[in-house]
């Protein structure tokens, strides 16, 4: 049984999702979401998933989403990060059935002083759900691990009962995700908040699942937003299965599921293929992608350039001649579909 015998191609949402992540988990696979800051990158993302048949979690961070709006655009009240975001999932929805494949269209990372920006997407969330019956994105993320573990479930509890009205996913994040992303500096932060424990997860799960099953916990196991050195870097995933066998634990035989817990692996860029299969052989299914996918974007820039580059110095003059014209060189649509091109490659050795 192939994913498209289990929810349709486009964007899933709702019970949709608990489908394709009880499938991701069934066949041990976490699906790749890569951070997006324009058409261009959404198209990447979306074609390379499409030739290797896999579903895919397109997401936006408050910086890229304001991005997609544009620099030139006021950020107040996170009113750009609240546009862009809109506007990047407007353009998912039209073109995503196209490419024959699943589609989540999720919001990343969302601090406290963010939620303005996380109030706006789920205004826009509700107003979709009144039109078609379903949100305009399919799930969100709160990263309240800077607050205090009461607080991060208080605040995420509020939000995840009005999302649950309009069957959206949350995705929450407890234990601190190190390194630097997107302004959210944790470079500094002390060793033992990478590294979620086990009651931690309890808590969550068992307050969480009396609102919803529409929820899934990125549980700190020493990840780090960037890609760094070997060795500097010291991954746990093995932690998960010791928290996937307290919840089982704690369910006791109200539990039906070998490992009960959605898992979802922050700070993906430069693991290793060790890692990434224990993580995934304890439960997570969905694995963020950022910094790798970037480097692999300005690779064919920088490729291309070095490979053009006596064309690309003025309008007309290159090797050919005089007076040959450069335009099909420097045209934006030429070198941006190398940079997609390097994306893809990325991609596909996933």
């Known amino acids: 049984m192939g994913i498209l015998d289990v929810v349709p191609a486009g964007v899933v949402t709702g019970d949709n999702m608990l489908k394709l992540f009880g499938y991701a988990r069934e066949h041990k696979f976490a699906i790749p979401a890569i951070n997006c800051t324009s058409t261009s990158t959404i198209n990447a993302a979306l074609e390379a998933a499409r030739d290797i048949n896999s579903p895919i979690i397109i997401q936006f961070s408050q910086g890229g989403a304001a991005f997609i709006a544009g620099k030139g655009l ?34 990343d990372h969302c601090a406290k002083k963010l939620l303005p920006w996380f109030d706006g997407m789920l205004a826009a969330d509700e107003e979709y759900f009144k039109a078609h019956g379903e949100p305009l994105f399919s799930s969100h993320m709160l990263d309240l691990s800077e607050e205090t573990k009461e607080e991060n479930i208080e605040i995420c509890l509020k939000y995840l009962k009005r999302m649950a009205a309009i069957n959206c996913f949350l995705e ?47 549980a700190g196991f020493g990840n780090v937003h960037g890609v760094y050195a ?7 995933p093995e932690l998960l299965g010791k928290h996937q066998a307290y919840v089982r634990e704690q369910l006791g035989d109200a539990n039906k599921e070998e490992k009960p817990v959605f898992f979802v692996f922050h700070g993906g860029s430069g693991s290793n293929e060790d890692e990434i299969a224990t993580a995934v052989s304890n439960g997570v299914i969905k694995m963020n992608v950022d910094t790798d996918t970037q480097w692999a974007y300005w690779v064919g820039l920088r490729e291309y350039y ?15 001649g005089e007076g040959k014209p450069n335009k099909k060189f420097y045209d934006p649509r030429v070198w941006i579909r190398v940079c997609i091109f390097f994306g893809y490659i990325l991609f596909n050795s996933f």
Request: glycine share 8%; proline share 5%; no cysteine.
């Open 74 to 107: 006021s950020n107040k009240n996170q009113e750009a990060s609240i546009v862009g975001a809109i506007a990047g999932a407007q353009y998912i929805r039209a073109v995503a059935k196209s490419y024959g494949i699943p589609v989540v269209i999720h919001s």
């Open 172 to 218: 929450m994040e407890i234990g601190i995700t190190g390194g630097e992303e997107d302004g959210v500096n944790n470079e500094d932060v002390d060793n033992a908040a990478l590294y979620t424990q086990p009651e931690d997860i309890w808590d969550i799960y068992k307050a969480f699942s009396e609102v919803t099953p529409l929820f899934s916990i990125a």
């Open 230 to 236: 070997p060795g500097n870097v010291k991954l746990h």
């Open 306 to 320: 070095q490979a053009k580059k006596d064309y690309l110095q003025t309008q007309v003059g290159n090797p050919d």
